[in-house]
């Protein structure tokens, strides 16, 4: 088929590769304008913009889709690259822009989402994340025919992925999108034969875009559900914790953690135990083993490392004085 293809980051670059290779002509690319990123923050293009460049695919970048919205201009050119490409169906994968109507209705074949979760669960931006967050033991992908709506659309395919208790939104994140692509190749090899399912009412939850304030750690937490939130923020926000010295307070983030039971009652947010196995500290519910922690300026290192060059003290309280 003739495809358009909207998305930006590597999760849709995934499912770009797997139509490519299936002999799908991608004809244009929507994705989001250039970001600053690095140090240096130069603006840097996105995955699949990346993607179309080297295979010598048109690319638009429109900050909005809305003929009425703050970039009217932008829209207009949008609508004729997209009435000028004349494909069969438009394929949506964490593009970041709300599609319009008229996008919606312009490809004979309409609008298709790969969307990371199995719906209704998790709509919206950060469906892994969440998964991972809420402690769900299974996840997957979605094949929907868009609508207006936020991910409301009726289900066209489901596959399912387990969600392991070391997974991290990394881990995660690199099998769905690879099984995104698989599903999608799916979906247009039968999509004539393909049922429309209606989202059930029951079940519905908003995956909410992540939020740096998240990161900051609440030891009044039960351990297990900041070990979940330590897999969830990893590789992005990261969680955090202040570290106060003698000579300065910094900001430490977490990057593994295990959960466990308090063996006597203290503080919550008091270490109470520090070797090379890991560093515990008391939360509302249970201690947290961290065991992988990186300081300002370095890089993940695991508790024996840590300790050498931070030593901590039991008793020493992980939270500002």
Not at 116 to 126: D, K
Not at 198 to 206: A, D, I
Request: aromatic share 4%.
């Amino acid at each position: 088929m003739r495809l358009i293809f909207a998305g930006t980051p590597e999760f849709a670059r995934e499912a770009m590769v797997a139509l490519h290779a299936a002999g799908h002509d991608i004809v244009l690319v929507l994705t989001q304008p250039d970001r600053p990123a690095g140090r240096g923050m130069k603006l840097q293009a996105s995955p699949v913009k990346q993607w179309a460049a080297d295979h010598a695919v048109p690319v638009a970048q429109p900050r909005s889709l809305r003929l009425d919205g703050k970039y009217p201009e932008d829209a207009a050119a949008a609508r004729e690259l997209l009435r000028a490409a004349q494909a069969d169906v438009m394929i949506v994968a964490a593009y970041g822009l709300i599609l319009p109507q008229w996008t919606l209705d312009l490809p004979p074949r309409g609008c298709l989402n790969i969307h990371a979760s199995l719906l209704p669960r998790w709509r919206g931006a950060a469906p892994i994340h969440r998964a991972i967050e809420a402690g769900d033991t299974q996840t997957g992908i979605t094949i929907m025919q868009m609508d207006a709506g936020l991910d409301t659309g009726d289900m066209l395919l489901l596959r399912h992925e387990a969600i392991g208790p070391t997974d991290t939104t990394a881990t995660l994140h690199d099998r769905l999108a690879a099984l995104g692509g698989q599903a999608i190749v799916q979906a247009l090899a039968s999509l004539d034969a393909l049922p429309h399912a209606p989202q059930p009412s029951e079940g519905v939850n908003y995956a909410h875009k992540i939020d740096k304030a998240e990161a900051a750690l609440d030891w009044s937490l039960s351990a297990e559900a900041l070990a979940r939130r330590i897999r969830a923020f990893d590789p992005f926000p990261g969680m955090t914790v202040p570290l106060t010295t003698d000579t300065c307070t910094e900001s430490l983030k977490l990057w593994h953690a295990v959960a466990e039971p308090l063996p006597s009652p203290a503080e919550p947010g008091t270490v109470v135990h520090a070797d090379a196995t890991g560093v515990r500290v008391a939360c509302g519910q249970g201690q947290l083993c961290l065991t992988q922690l990186q300081r300002p300026g370095g890089k993940r290192m695991g508790a024996a490392d840590f300790l050498r060059g931070c030593p901590l003290q039991v008793g020493q309280r992980l939270v500002v004085a």
